[in-house]
């Protein structure tokens, strides 16, 4: 009997050796371009007297839906002519040969429904090659939210797709501007991240400046020059309620949210020295963040809210320096040649956008926060305030032109790009605009 | 007792025959073969079309008639007397001449020569005679190298033996699918983004089986990403079909294993 084993075991180890072992190819590299995408119209289910409002509906969701992954630089939309099933049997049961062979490797496909004031829209996420179906969801709300489901939508389309957080359904505040250079009008506004929906927060009456949103809710803290005072407000986008945080004489710049949203920092003249603040919203206390005899602006939190990044001119130009939230282990980040500006912190925590001037031009970048690997993403006559999006994917900016001595030819325009470097994008305002703050995620 | 000795014998016959079915592929592995070599096999005339060639036979005249020169040279008694034209001649100085003497004759004058000749006209001057010499020398330097680098070889060595697909197919391979994938941008740089799928072939490289072999990850908690780069890795599985597999040899690769690796591109 053990002979027997013995043979078998035998048996086992020197055939099993002798087969051929697996192949192993290891794949290091792929290729970074859009995806193709599908996006059929969303089909009208009803046949009920609102079906004129529902393929309005249907049509407009698909489109935003399409402009939205266009957008992002990191899917590419097949033309809608190509499509050779029709959205209603589409969305029941895709025949995939027909989308693999417009190329696509993704479908959207959907549904619109209007019962008792109520829009209903279903859709569905397919993967073309896998021939299956990756997502599927359904949203009710009011009629006039229509936008914003369609925003919804593609969030859930680009987290699928990319394994990333989306950022379409976020809002941009900014200061809205008109009227020659000299006598400029700017009030506050808000409108969606696509450049739809502006309203506008305040008059005009007095001057406006650097609005940012709160990380954590629909809080908005800017500034603003009441009788040649600098104030920061605070204003709830939510309910229009606005407060007076406190008044600051001298220079006061940028205030700016902590991650958790209870405090605010800011740069601000005390006793003839410009440094960093914070004050707490709650026991509205002010604390000293820096004490230095060279100027100190632009604060911005880590998004743990741990560190904080800066500008100062210590080093006798203006560079951008981190510090631990106390204060303490100041450190020079940027050694490069030029000025540095406006530092941010990326949601993410892994980079840093600033603006930087060299040879009198300007230039949007990005760098690690230990001020290694620098990358200047745009360059022009004059462009600063960066603003990250929510998922740290994508920056936001305003671009000034040139103009003449009598200030003609002006115009201020609001600007994104991704951080390839490559998406560089406009966003249509009604009016000029400066000084854009994005919004966290609004469905979150 | 007879029957132990033929269970014995049985045993060891079995044990020699599966030694000789199973063995074959150690045995091959020590058969050292010396690397090919491709000799090109020319008519040798009076007028060689090697280019260079007629350059180095003049550099060879002239230096042969440069050792001529230098023989001839070798016993001027002139030259001896403006040395020293008095001095009676010492044991040392008969010495220094003598080393003046083989100066003149040390070939090492002639290298020096041969050396202004440029790099590529020097590799003509080689001695057809030595091409056995020169065939040792570089079995010797492939010897040496393969020994070097054993530890970087033995991945090569792996593909060439144990899976059996050669560079190039591999290659051809890899090439197809960088095309065929791509990579979602929204990854976290820090984590460990390596998916490995099993395929099972058909002949023409048509994909008949997939399967993700780390497929726990796919619901871990905290590792949402895993999924969407698994399925980019699959998607382009599907887009590349049928696989640019090689033409024969279907045993070794009908079982085939991708690892797709983000790390690399996303890090960049």
Redesign the interface.
Same mark, same amino acid.
Do not use: H
């Given at each position: 009997m053990k002979n027997v084993l013995f043979l078998i075991f035998l048996f086992v180890v020197f055939f099993a050796k002798s087969s051929f072992a697996l192949i192993e190819i290891d794949i290091t590299r792929g290729n970074l371009n859009p995806l193709p995408v599908a996006v059929s119209p969303l089909y009208v289910e009803s046949k009920s007297s609102e079906v004129l409002k529902e393929l309005e509906a249907g049509s407009e969701i698909s489109k935003i839906i399409e402009t939205n992954l266009l957008r992002s630089g990191l899917f590419n939309p097949l033309e809608k002519d190509s499509f050779v099933q029709k959205p209603d049997i589409a969305h029941l049961k895709p025949r995939f040969e027909d989308w693999k062979l417009i190329k696509a490797q993704a479908l959207i496909t959907g549904k619109v429904k209007i019962t008792d004031d109520k829009l209903r829209v279903e859709f569905r996420l397919w993967d073309v090659l896998a021939a299956k179906e990756i997502m599927a969801l359904a949203f009710t709300t009011v009629p006039d939210n229509w936008r914003r489901v369609a925003h919804i939508i593609t969030d859930k389309i680009y987290e699928r797709l990319t394994g990333e957080e989306g950022y379409f359904d976020t809002r941009i505040i900014y200061v809205s501007e008109k009227g020659p250079k000299n006598r400029r009008i700017k009030k506050l506004a808000i409108m969606d991240q696509d450049g739809a929906n502006t309203k506008y927060l305040t008059l005009g009456n007095e001057l406006v400046l650097t609005p940012r949103f709160n990380p954590t809710n629909q809080m908005v803290t800017y500034m603003s020059y009441f009788r040649n005072l600098p104030r920061v407000y605070l204003l709830d986008i939510e309910t229009g309620v606005q407060e007076v945080v406190g008044e600051f004489p001298g220079m006061t710049f940028a205030p700016r949210f902590s991650p958790d949203g209870k405090k605010i920092i800011m740069s601000f003249a005390k006793d003839g020295n410009s440094d960093i603040f914070t004050m707490n919203l709650e026991t509205r206390v002010v604390e000293r963040i820096t004490e230095h005899p060279a100027i100190d602006t632009s604060p911005s939190y880590s998004p743990n809210g741990k560190y904080i990044c800066f500008n100062s001119d210590r080093s006798g130009y203006q560079q951008i320096y981190t510090m631990r939230s106390d204060g303490s282990n100041v450190k020079r980040i940027t050694f490069g040649q030029g000025i540095y500006g406006t530092p941010v912190w990326s949601p993410r925590g892994d980079l840093i956008a600033f603006t930087k001037m060299y040879k009198n031009r300007f230039y949007i970048g990005v760098m690690r926060i230990d001020g290694s690997g620098e990358r200047l993403l745009t360059e022009n006559y004059y462009q600063e305030a960066p603003s990250w999006s929510p998922n740290g994917r994508v920056l936001i900016f305003y671009r000034e032109t040139k103009s003449g001595s009598q200030g003609e030819g002006f115009s201020a325009t609001l600007w994104s790009i991704d951080l390839t470097g490559y998406n560089e994008r406009l966003i249509e305002t009604p009016t000029d605009g400066s000084d854009p703050s994005w919004s966290s995620l609004l469905s979150k | 007792m007879n029957k132990s000795i033929f269970?014995s014998v049985t045993?060891h016959i079995?044990?020699i025959s599966?030694?000789a079915?199973?063995f074959p592929?150690m045995i091959k592995k020590p058969i050292d073969l010396p690397p090919i070599i491709s000799i090109e096999l020319i008519q040798i005339s009076d007028f060689t079309n090697i280019p260079y060639a007629p350059k180095a036979k003049k550099i060879l005249e002239k230096i042969k008639k440069e050792k001529e020169r230098v023989v001839s040279e070798q016993a001027p008694p002139k030259m001896v007397k403006k040395e020293k034209p008095d001095a009676i001649p010492l044991p040392k100085d008969a010495k220094k001449k003598k080393k003046i003497k083989t100066k003149k004759q040390n070939p090492k004058k002639i290298k020096s020569e041969i050396k202004q000749v440029s790099e590529f006209e020097k590799k003509e001057l080689f001695d057809p005679d030595q091409i056995a010499a020169l065939i040792d020398k570089s079995k010797v330097e492939t010897a040496e190298t393969m020994r070097k680098s054993d530890k970087l070889t033995q991945s090569q060595d792996?593909?060439f033996i &144990?899976?059996?697909?050669t560079l190039s197919e591999?290659d051809a391979?890899?090439a197809q699918?960088?095309?065929? @994938?791509?990579?979602?941008?929204?990854?976290p740089?820090n984590e460990n983004l390596l998916v490995r799928i099993?395929l099972k072939l058909k002949t023409d490289g048509t994909v008949i089986k997939s399967e993700i072999l780390d497929h726990v990850r796919m619901n871990t908690p905290g590792q949402?990403?895993y999924?969407?780069?698994a *399925?980019?890795?699959?998607? &382009?599985i599907?887009?590349c079909q049928p696989l640019r597999v090689p033409t024969t040899g279907y !045993?070794? @690769?009908k !079982?085939?294993?991708?690892?797709? !690796? &983000?790390n *690399?591109?996303l890090k960049g």
């Open positions: - | 269970l045993f079995i044990i599966l030694t079915i199973s592929y792996k593909n &144990a899976s059996g697909l591999e391979l890899k699918i960088f095309g065929c @994938w791509s990579i979602p941008l929204g990854l740089y099993k949402g990403f999924k969407v780069l *399925e980019s890795a699959l998607r &382009a599907r887009l !045993d070794r @690769w !079982d085939l294993q991708l690892n797709f !690796d &983000a *690399e591109m």
